[in-house]
């Protein structure tokens, strides 16, 4: 178990444990205004859980194709203080985005994004890890029906793709608006980038945010302060 200051994480047969990755995207995501929320592949639910507790009004649904994950998001999300705002559907995306008519303010994911490394022990942390079961296409379609005209599309990815994510929302006319950095340290170059898109086509908000600021947990007042109501010892 993962205990946050207002609720905990059960991850016992998950295939995606509780990482920096998610708390860091449910954490950078302005989601304040949004009356609809989706969460692509919730996993253990935290993602769904963290806006639910940064958002007070808005209904959360959250998708997740692995039958062991889902089940740990439900009992997770039944325990969590906002458990009556937030949905979990046990179906792959792109279903999901071919049945729902609904449209969402902002959507989140932080999804699997590895295409040609080495396979996980077990299908389940594969389909996790690897994009063979969302490819970033089908994944850029689905979100293009399901977005809001004002809405916003928020996802971290390695820093490497950020050009194939960036062109396919382009497709989809879908620009960005806001794209954050992540270095680990001061030295290491950034490894991840926290993005925002929208429909609607504005100067994009850059910004750098170093996790280690000062030597190993040593962490930068930055990464604090986005996390803080989340992190037990912050």
């Given at each position: 178990m993962f205990k946050f200051k207002q609720f905990a994480i059960i991850q016992e047969k998950s295939a995606m444990k509780v990482g920096t990755d998610g708390v860091l995207l449910g954490a950078w995501t302005n989601c304040n205004n949004a009356k609809n929320i989706l969460d692509i592949g919730t996993g253990t639910g935290l993602i769904a859980i963290m806006t639910a507790q940064k958002n007070g009004f808005a209904h959360i649904d959250a998708v997740e194709i692995d039958s062991e994950s889902y089940n740990e998001a439900v009992q997770n999300i039944s325990l969590c203080p906002w458990s009556s705002r937030i949905s979990v559907f046990n179906t792959s995306f792109q279903k999901f985005a071919i049945d729902s008519n609904n449209k969402y303010d902002c959507i989140i994911t932080n999804p699997p994004f590895f295409s040609q490394s080495k396979k996980a022990k077990t299908e389940a942390r594969t389909n996790a890890r690897h994009n063979y079961t969302l490819p970033f296409d089908e994944l850029i379609e689905g979100v293009a029906k399901l977005l809001s005209g004002n809405g916003t599309f928020n996802i971290i990815i390695p820093?490497?793709?950020?050009?194939?994510?960036?062109?396919?929302?382009?497709?989809?006319?879908?620009?960005?608006?806001?794209?954050?950095?992540?270095?680990?340290?001061?030295?290491?170059?950034?490894?991840?980038?926290?993005f925002s898109f929208s429909k609607n086509a504005e100067e994009c908000n850059k910004s750098t945010l170093i996790i280690e600021q000062y030597g190993r947990h040593r962490y930068s007042n930055e990464y604090i302060e986005l996390?803080?109501?989340?992190y037990l010892n912050f």
């Open positions: 820093f490497d793709v950020q050009d194939i994510i960036e062109n396919l929302c382009s497709k989809y006319k879908m620009f960005a608006v806001k794209k954050t950095f992540v270095k680990p340290t001061p030295e290491i170059p950034a490894k991840r980038i926290l996390t803080k109501d989340f």
